[in-house]
T-cell receptor
Framework: DAKTTQPPSMDCAEGRAANLPCNHSTISGNEYVYWYRQIHSQGPQYIIHGLKNNETNEMASLIITEDRKSSTLILPHATLRDTAVYYCIVRVAMDSSYKLIFGSGTRLLVRP | NAGVMQNPRHLVRRRGQEARLRCSPMKGHSHVYWYRQLPEEGLKFMVYLQKENIIDESGMPKERFSAEFPKEGPSILRIQQVVRGDSAAYFC??????????FGPGTRLTVL
């Protein structure tokens, strides 16, 4: 079962920041938070991941609360092409690698 | 650097036939993962393989499904005696030892 909960849908205006919340209250100390998105029916696309500290890359920023029980993905200037389903995932370690347990995600609609 | 390749992209089978789905990982990646996505749902982990070894098959149905990742060639997900409930999108992902999982475009299986 997924270890995360997300709102089923959100919308934002084009050009504005999109803030997507995620709760992961049962996360363990060594488990990472990953974000992927799926545009239409394509394969999921990696966005960003983090453990404790906030992270930023060319796509997005990830803000993780100090107690690590929740996080927020920020798309600073959303475009129409950012319309997608966004998955917040707690990475589960396996022997020498890991698996991703997907939840239902948040369907983000960026409005013109 | 080519991404993860999957073929065929679309596959139609009649009930009782066999379906073979292929996945070529990204160059340099030795870890392959298969996920299944039913309509309007998130991805569900099926199996994790390294070259010639199945590491975790906890998400695989007990019957009719098998996977392999031979020393040479692509990873194969094989579904014997398909039923209508097998209709879904099947995604393959690959990773290096510690890197992110990169997903292929998926194979959409339709069982008539």
């Amino acid at each position: 079962d997924a270890k995360t909960t997300q709102p089923p849908s959100m919308d934002c205006a084009e050009g504005r920041a999109a803030n997507l919340p995620c709760n992961h209250s049962t996360i363990s100390g060594n488990e990472y938070v990953y974000w992927y998105r799926q545009i239409h029916s394509q394969g999921p696309q990696y966005i960003i991941h983090g453990l404790k500290n906030n992270e930023t890359n060319e796509m997005a920023s990830l803000i993780i609360t100090e107690d690590r029980k929740s996080s927020t993905l920020i798309l600073p200037h959303a475009t129409l092409r950012d319309t997608a389903v966004y998955y917040c995932i707690v990475r589960v370690a396996m022997d020498s690698s890991y698996k991703l347990i997907f939840g239902s995600g948040t369907r983000l609609l960026v409005r013109p | 650097n080519a991404g993860v390749m999957q073929n065929p992209r679309h596959l139609v089978r009649r009930r009782g036939q066999e379906a073979r789905l292929r996945c070529s990982p990204m160059k340099g990646h030795s870890h392959v993962y298969w996920y299944r996505q039913l309509p309007e749902e998130g991805l569900k982990f099926m199996v994790y393989l390294q070259k010639e070894n199945i590491i975790d098959e906890s998400g695989m149905p007990k019957e009719r499904f098998s996977a392999e990742f031979p020393k040479e060639g692509p990873s194969i997900l094989r579904i014997q005696q398909v039923v209508r409930g097998d209709s879904a999108a099947y995604f393959c992902a690959s990773s290096s030892d510690v890197g992110e999982q990169f997903f292929g475009p998926g194979t959409r299986l339709t069982v008539l």
